[in-house]
């Protein structure tokens, strides 16, 4: 009964509370809900406001620049006609299949298309006999006689015997006679005799290409590019501006005398009449001769006693002269008109990479990296020790380390040779430092296989960089240098060997250098590690000699290994998971993430505690030590500090780059909105600074117009009188051409656009707003004034901490409303030139001539702001309130 | 006899208004001895508000002098030292109606006598429980009523720790059901030994706390005479009929 009587009831309350509001907020709902739905389904206006907002990108990438790169394109096919404006290519050439009778099961007619007949013929079927390998249940895969595997889909197999009977592939031996369906050939028919029939199974596929598209990076044929060619060599047989072919295969033609042939048929190579218009087919002949060998392609030449068919089509490519690296010609300077122009064309970009590091005007390029090897004391057999001319010592060590376990096979005068799991190796005999045999005292001649185990000593020649009782660290090799003056690498990368990156598509990294022609990316970013002294339990340090010979000021680097003890870290615990513990330590911002692995002793106080706990959990950790390797960056008494990823930059020209994207701090985004700066931006940007310096210039000038000193009170009603009586147009105009040039003129300042503006809509706003404050001020009984001076306070003790908190609670709802016309006034900020809302609005509308949703969009921006800020100055109002 | 901590010396005050000159003041002089509770009284438009504004400089005098303890207030370099001295109660009270009761005492020991706010806040708490508000420190003004309202701002005023205490009318917007715990509150002051200068009209209050009672009319000092005199016996007829208006009607 109850759950019955409740719903009309609460329906009686939604009506009543709906009938309750005030007119208004019903026509703002049905409007805004409207046109809210009208603007979020229509692309148009999502458009404009986009326009409107500065365009901004979803993402600022990490702020990233990224360039991109592209391999070269070539197209390649037969070139069935070329000139100034257009390419046709045969991309395809058809495929022609010749049956005999004794083939075919059957032969059926499936359509009709351009005066052809299309038929489906069916195969005769086959037998295969072979041992089975593999059984599943859609496939079977037999090892035929011949060694070869077959693989049968099982819905082809008519019928099957296998012997042994029912024998699977687990089998030791299965062996499965097969009848096979025969397979089935579509296409067009051609030719028919009584020997049998030719189907065109594939036609050919031409394309058509315009000059434009292929300038244009053969735009819109994507799916038609073939990149696999590095290396083109071939007869160059067409070339302009920027676009080349080169014939990289040659046609295969045979030449049948007529009187050999066998069988002939002969059918048609539909031309292109599509894209050549008046084009003509060619003929194809297939040919089997008395010697049983058959010849078929186009006919190209027919006389009484030969017959010249075009066995293989001549291949040739399509390619962009802006991808060429190289370009070389026999005879020299030949073109495309010389018969038999040979080119050489290298294909790809280059791009140079192990770049050391960079500046304005060269490049290291570090073409051998060094090496260094560090070699225990225990290991050191004996040492040879050399100085040499520069100071640096070399070192030859003869070490003992590598063990050799295996079969002795023979026990010869200088050496041994042992097999190590099928492998032999042979140990020259002196170099032998130590051996056991088992049995014991065993030679090769024994009967019983003779295990050996020898340790080798190695040779090791390097130059000394570092020595402790551990051990001793020798350079074996050394680094070598190149520094290349950054013009040089604009010329083409000359005398250097640059890589080709033809796998690698992109380039992406921090862009760190850019000069007209050379682009050098950073890509991958060095890593650095520092730790205290304290920590170290051993290191062992080298040098890396700088390349001196062509740069004679630079600086060696020190190549460090570090043998680390285990931090110790203190802290409490804020973070537990499987993997890992997050710790904060008091004095750093940052919990320190301490992966549990590492760990090797714990403490938590209070015992056992865990995040949970109530009061916190401090932990004490104790992690495992390790090895660290690097180059030293910065060294104090207290710190080391390691280079342990090094800067990796690549070089590349700008030639080679299809595709440049750059993501950029100050781009406008959706994760960077402070970058945005335009349309509405550029409108609340104005109105916020603006209003903020109107608000400092009216209460200054509220100030001076309740003051009781005549000067100040003069002056702020002649700037309110003056100001009230002209147009903020006017006044927007002499701030952005009259008080900016006398500006720059006379005191040197050179004002923005914006700043202008901002200044002429607070000079004309600041009048207003003097006024708003001076009644506010006025507004406070007079009773306020006389409290706090009886109080002891100064007359701006008085106003700042009596007067004003009162009458900045008057004035809220007037600044409020001065604040909502200065948001609209701000639209004539666009005579300025600046791209405000309204300003982009209109350039949207000159563009596109969209007048109506252009203005509707402008119009709603303005509304939607406005509404909004009278609501907020409407809970500022109430939440401001005093208490009654 | 001690030195008087007030020296009013023939003080003139003239108001220019749309009615022409008004001549508030004629030649005022007084004197007020520390410790002494000094009752002003007379008709309206005598200029008693006039002559305890001038005391704390609110109004300017025209001519004549004033010395506070024992500096005059016409030279005086820092006169909001001095007024920091005279605490004065407004006919309005003029509490400053954002702060809160705690708020309005403590702000003016805050920015003027430069105290903590822990030692402000103590101050502040300790003088309302002295006005028997301890449970409203955290009203605002708007939340109090008008006798409520008056007792704060006596506290506010004795806050500062002044010397002299000025009431102008402090009952005389109130409700007569409220006068009784404004007037207790001055009555306690007074019996503490503050020195008290009070424009009032209040008999009962002039009878049991006045040392002089002091008739003003026209703006001239017409009689200074104790309350028992004025109210037995007094010299001057103005004074006896203005007496008679307010005591039998």
């Keep these: ?884 | 006899m001690a030195e008087p901590i007030i020296q009013i010396k023939e003080v003139h005050k003239r108001f220019r208004t749309t009615r022409g000159i008004i001549h508030a003041l004629k030649g005022v002089t007084l004197e007020v001895y520390p410790g002494e509770v000094v009752v002003i009284i007379g008709p309206s438009g005598s200029g008693k508000s006039t002559l305890l504004r001038c005391i704390n400089r609110l109004e300017h005098m025209d001519s004549g002098d004033i010395i506070v303890d024992g500096m005059s207030i016409r030279d005086a370099k820092n006169i909001n030292a001095i007024r920091a001295e005279i605490g004065m109660v407004f006919q309005q009270f003029n509490l400053f109606p954002d702060r809160t009761a705690l708020g309005n005492i403590m702000l003016a020991q805050r920015v003027v006598r430069k105290r903590s706010k822990k030692e402000a806040e103590e101050k502040a708490m300790r003088l309302l429980e002295r006005v028997g508000l301890a449970g409203w420190a955290d009203h605002y003004p708007g939340q109090l009523s008008g006798g409520q309202q008056q007792r704060v701002a006596i506290a506010r005023a004795l806050a500062m720790d002044p010397k002299i205490m000025l009431f102008d009318e402090p009952t005389s917007a109130l409700d007569p059901e409220m006068i009784k715990e404004v007037l207790d509150v001055m009555l306690a002051l007074a019996k503490d030994g503050m020195t008290m200068v009070v424009v009032s009209h209040e008999m009962g209050f002039a009878r049991a706390a006045a040392d002089r009672m002091v008739f003003m009319d026209e703006g001239e000092i017409i009689e200074i005479t104790t309350p028992e005199k004025l109210f037995t016996n007094p010299e001057h007829e103005r004074t006896r009929q203005f007496l008679d208006k307010i005591l039998h009607h």
């Design chain 1, 1 to 884: 009964m109850t759950g019955e009587r409740s719903e009309p009831i609460n329906l009686d309350r939604v009506i009543t509370w709906l009938a309750g509001l005030p007119w208004w907020v019903i026509i703002i709902t049905v409007l805004g809900v409207s046109v809210g739905y009208s603007v979020l389904t229509s692309a148009a206006y999502l458009d404009i406001i986009s326009f409107l907002a500065d365009d901004p990108v979803a993402s600022t990438e990490d702020f990233y620049n990224v360039v991109e790169r592209l391999q070269p394109r070539v197209l390649s096919g037969l070139a069935v006609a070329y000139g100034p404006d257009e390419f046709v290519f045969r991309i395809r050439p058809p495929t022609f299949v010749n049956l005999s009778r004794d083939e075919i099961e059957e032969i059926t007619t499936t359509g009709e298309r351009d005066g052809e007949t299309q038929v489906l013929v069916e195969m005769v079927g086959d037998e295969i006999a072979g041992e089975l390998v593999w059984e599943e249940p859609d496939f079977l895969t037999l090892r035929l006689d011949d060694g070869n595997e077959a693989y049968v889909l099982t819905d082809r197999i008519l019928g099957q015997e296998r012997e042994p009977d029912g024998c699977t592939d687990l089998d030791e031996h299965c062996t499965v006679r097969l009848q096979i369906r025969g397979g089935e050939v579509t296409g067009v028919l051609i030719a028919e005799d009584d020997y049998g029939v030719t189907v065109r199974t594939h036609d050919p596929e031409y394309l058509r290409l315009s000059h434009a598209q292929v300038v244009d990076n053969f735009s819109g044929v994507a799916g038609e590019l073939l990149n696999e060619f590095e290396r083109v060599d071939g007869i160059l047989i067409y070339e302009d501006d920027e676009t080349m072919i080169v014939q990289v295969a040659e046609a295969d033609i045979a030449e049948v005398p007529t009187d050999q042939i066998q069988i002939m048929r002969t059918g048609t190579i539909p031309c292109p009449s599509d894209m050549i218009p008046g084009c003509s087919d060619e003929t194809f002949v297939s040919a089997l001769l008395e010697d049983g060998t058959e010849v078929a392609g186009a006919l190209v030449d027919e006389s009484d006693d030969l017959l010249t068919v075009m066995v293989a089509e001549p291949r040739m490519v399509l390619l962009q002269k802006g991808d060429l690296l190289e370009d070389s010609r026999h005879p020299e300077g030949c073109g495309a008109d010389d018969e038999g122009c040979q080119v050489s064309l290298q294909l790809g970009h280059r791009v140079l990479t192990n770049v050391a590091s960079h500046d304005g005007d060269s490049i290291t390029v570090l073409v051998t990296e060094p090496v260094f090897v560090s070699i225990p004391a225990d290991e050191i057999i004996s040492q040879e020790r050399e100085e040499l001319p520069d100071g640096e010592v070399r070192v030859t060590v003869q070490r003992s380390g590598q063990t050799i376990t295996g079969v002795l096979l023979v026990d010869g005068r200088r050496n041994l040779t042992i097999d190590v799991d099928g492998e032999e190796v042979r140990v020259p005999k002196e170099s032998v430092v130590s051996e056991t045999r088992e049995p014991e005292g065993c030679t090769s001649r024994d009967e019983e296989t003779c295990h050996i185990t020898v340790t080798v000593a190695s040779e090791l020649t390097g130059i000394l960089s570092g020595e402790s009782d551990e051990g001793i660290m020798l350079r074996t090799v050394d680094p070598v240098y190149r520094i290349i003056p950054l013009s040089q690498i604009a010329g083409d990368f000359e005398d250097l060997e640059p890589e080709l990156l033809s796998q690698e598509n992109n380039a992406v990294g921090t862009l760190v250098h850019e000069a007209s022609d050379v682009f050098i990316i950073r890509v991958t970013d060095p890593e650095y590690e520092t730790f205290r002294r304290e920590r170290i339990m051993s290191e062992q340090r080298g040098v890396i000699p700088c390349p001196r010979d062509q740069d004679p000021d630079c600086e060696d680097q020190v190549w460090v290994t570090v043998r680390r003890r285990g931090e110790v870290i203190v802290g409490e615990l804020t973070q537990e998971s499987e993997r890992a513990l997050k710790i904060r330590v008091p004095g750093q911002m940052q919990s320190v993430e301490v992966a549990l692995n590492d760990i090797v002793y714990e403490d938590r106080s209070p015992d056992g505690c865990t995040t949970e706990t109530p009061g916190g959990c401090r932990v004490l950790v104790a992690l495992a030590n390790d090895t660290v390797q690097g180059v030293l960056t910065e060294e104090t008494e207290e710190w080391v500090t390691l280079r342990t990823v090094d800067p990796e930059y690549i070089v590349l020209r700008r030639a080679s780059i299809e595709e440049e994207r750059r993501r950029e701090p100050g781009q406008c985004a959706l994760n960077n909105l402070g970058a945005c700066d335009r349309g509405i931006f550029l409108t609340l940007r104005t109105t916020l600074m603006g209003f903020a310096l109107a608000l400092l210039m009216g209460l200054i000038g509220g100030l001076f117009r309740v003051s009781s000193n005549p000067v100040l009170y003069a002056l702020s009603t002649l700037y309110v009188e003056i100001v009230r009586g002209i147009p903020l147009l006017v006044i927007l105009l002499y701030a952005g051409f009259v008080f900016s040039v006398w500006l720059r003129d006379n005191v040197g300042i050179e004002l923005s656009d914006f700043q202008e503006a901002t200044i002429g809509l607070a000079f004309g706003y600041g009048a207003y707003l003097s006024e708003v404050f001076r009644a506010g001020i006025q507004s406070i009984s007079k009773g306020q004034m006389e409290a706090a001076r009886s109080l002891g306070m100064s007359y701006t003790q008085a106003m700042r901490h009596v007067i004003l908190p009162q009458a900045i609670r008057v004035i809220l709802p007037p600044l409020g409303n001065d604040f909502i016309s200065m948001l609209k006034d701000s639209a004539l900020i666009s005579v300025l030139a600046l791209p405000d809302l309204l300003q982009m609005g209109r350039l949207y509308i000159s563009r596109t001539f969209r007048a109506f949703e252009g203005y509707n969009t402008v119009a709603l921006l303005y509304l939607v702001m406005t509404l909004f800020l009278s609501l907020l100055v409407r809970v500022i109002e109430k939440r401001t309130a005093l208490p009654k």
